[in-house]
Protein backbone atom coordinates (compact mmCIF):
# COMPACT_ATOMS: atom_id res chain seq x y z
CA UNK A 1 0.00 0.00 0.00
CA UNK A 2 1.37 3.42 -1.13
CA UNK A 3 2.06 5.74 1.62
CA UNK A 4 2.93 9.18 1.53
CA UNK A 5 3.85 11.94 4.31
CA UNK A 6 4.56 15.51 3.69
CA UNK A 7 6.50 17.95 5.87
CA UNK A 8 8.08 20.69 5.47
CA UNK A 9 4.88 23.04 6.47
CA UNK A 10 4.84 26.26 8.75
CA UNK A 11 4.81 30.25 9.19
CA UNK A 12 6.26 32.63 6.82
CA UNK A 13 6.24 35.95 6.17
CA UNK A 14 5.05 37.49 2.73
CA UNK A 15 7.93 37.19 0.50
CA UNK A 16 9.62 34.44 2.23
CA UNK A 17 10.16 31.05 1.13
CA UNK A 18 9.65 27.36 2.25
CA UNK A 19 10.33 23.91 0.62
CA UNK A 20 7.69 21.24 1.39
CA UNK A 21 8.53 17.49 1.20
CA UNK A 22 6.64 14.32 0.65
CA UNK A 23 8.40 10.96 1.17
CA UNK A 24 6.49 8.04 -1.20
CA UNK A 25 6.91 4.35 0.39
CA UNK A 26 5.04 0.95 -1.11
CA UNK A 27 5.71 1.27 -4.57
CA UNK A 28 4.91 -1.14 -7.02
CA UNK A 29 5.91 0.99 -9.81
CA UNK A 30 8.12 3.30 -11.11
CA UNK A 31 5.25 5.08 -13.78
CA UNK A 32 3.49 7.59 -11.29
CA UNK A 33 3.07 11.43 -11.02
CA UNK A 34 3.41 12.99 -7.92
CA UNK A 35 1.15 16.29 -7.24
CA UNK A 36 0.71 19.27 -5.05
CA UNK A 37 -2.54 20.11 -3.81
CA UNK A 38 -3.22 22.58 -1.47
CA UNK A 39 -7.21 23.33 -0.24
CA UNK A 40 -8.67 26.08 2.05
CA UNK A 41 -11.62 25.00 4.25
CA UNK A 42 -14.76 25.16 2.47
CA UNK A 43 -12.92 24.97 -0.95
CA UNK A 44 -12.00 21.96 -3.69
CA UNK A 45 -8.51 20.79 -3.58
CA UNK A 46 -6.80 22.39 -5.97
CA UNK A 47 -3.71 21.80 -7.83
CA UNK A 48 -0.30 23.21 -7.34
CA UNK A 49 2.52 21.48 -9.25
CA UNK A 50 2.85 17.61 -10.49
CA UNK A 51 5.92 15.78 -11.77
CA UNK A 52 6.18 12.60 -13.65
CA UNK A 53 8.83 10.28 -11.96
CA UNK A 54 9.92 8.94 -15.49
CA UNK A 55 10.86 12.23 -17.25
CA UNK A 56 10.72 14.82 -14.68
CA UNK A 57 7.93 16.43 -16.59
CA UNK A 58 6.19 19.43 -14.34
CA UNK A 59 3.12 20.91 -14.50
CA UNK A 60 2.01 23.86 -12.73
CA UNK A 61 -1.11 25.73 -11.42
CA UNK A 62 -1.57 29.56 -12.81
CA UNK A 63 -1.12 31.27 -9.40
CA UNK A 64 1.87 29.41 -8.82
CA UNK A 65 3.92 29.50 -12.25
CA UNK A 66 7.11 31.14 -12.17
CA UNK A 67 7.27 30.90 -8.22
CA UNK A 68 7.47 27.41 -7.18
CA UNK A 69 9.31 24.43 -8.36
CA UNK A 70 8.84 20.96 -7.78
CA UNK A 71 11.70 18.52 -8.22
CA UNK A 72 12.34 14.91 -7.45
CA UNK A 73 14.63 12.61 -5.88
CA UNK A 74 14.16 9.33 -7.08
CA UNK A 75 16.76 7.47 -4.85
CA UNK A 76 14.84 8.64 -2.39
CA UNK A 77 11.64 8.38 -3.44
CA UNK A 78 11.16 12.18 -2.37
CA UNK A 79 9.10 15.33 -4.18
CA UNK A 80 10.49 18.69 -3.13
CA UNK A 81 8.13 21.45 -3.44
CA UNK A 82 10.69 24.55 -3.00
CA UNK A 83 7.78 28.09 -2.94
CA UNK A 84 9.30 31.33 -3.21
CA UNK A 85 7.59 35.01 -3.02
CA UNK A 86 4.97 33.57 -1.05
CA UNK A 87 1.78 35.46 -0.64
CA UNK A 88 -0.90 35.37 2.16
CA UNK A 89 -3.19 33.71 -0.40
CA UNK A 90 -1.02 30.85 -0.47
CA UNK A 91 -2.30 30.44 2.84
CA UNK A 92 -3.76 27.00 2.58
CA UNK A 93 -2.99 23.28 3.77
CA UNK A 94 -0.80 21.60 1.58
CA UNK A 95 -1.17 18.00 0.49
CA UNK A 96 0.55 15.74 -1.82
CA UNK A 97 -0.82 12.65 -3.75
CA UNK A 98 0.07 9.87 -6.24
CA UNK A 99 -1.13 8.83 -9.67
CA UNK A 100 -0.23 6.04 -10.71
CA UNK A 101 -1.08 5.70 -14.53
CA UNK A 102 1.30 7.67 -15.99
CA UNK A 103 1.07 11.66 -17.42
CA UNK A 104 -2.33 12.29 -18.70
CA UNK A 105 -4.97 14.54 -17.85
CA UNK A 106 -6.69 13.12 -14.90
CA UNK A 107 -3.25 14.60 -13.22
CA UNK A 108 -4.42 18.33 -13.14
CA UNK A 109 -7.53 17.23 -10.65
CA UNK A 110 -7.89 15.63 -7.57
CA UNK A 111 -9.71 12.84 -8.42
CA UNK A 112 -6.94 11.88 -10.34
CA UNK A 113 -5.55 10.41 -7.66
CA UNK A 114 -5.43 6.95 -5.45
CA UNK A 115 -3.68 7.77 -2.41
CA UNK A 116 -2.82 11.67 -0.07
CA UNK A 117 -0.56 12.07 2.93
CA UNK A 118 -2.12 13.62 5.51
CA UNK A 119 -1.37 17.34 4.61
CA UNK A 120 1.32 20.06 5.81
CA UNK A 121 -0.11 23.67 6.66
CA UNK A 122 1.68 26.83 5.07
CA UNK A 123 0.63 30.25 6.81
CA UNK A 124 1.62 33.30 4.98
CA UNK A 125 1.44 36.60 7.54
CA UNK A 126 3.48 38.96 8.90
Known amino acids: QVQLVESGGGLVQPGGSLTLSCEVSGLSSRNYVIGWFRQAPGKEREVVACINSRDGSTLYGDSVKGRFTISRDNSKDTVHLQMYFLKPEDTDVYYC???????????????????WGEGTPVTVSS
Open 97 to 115: GIHPRGWDPWIQVADGYDS
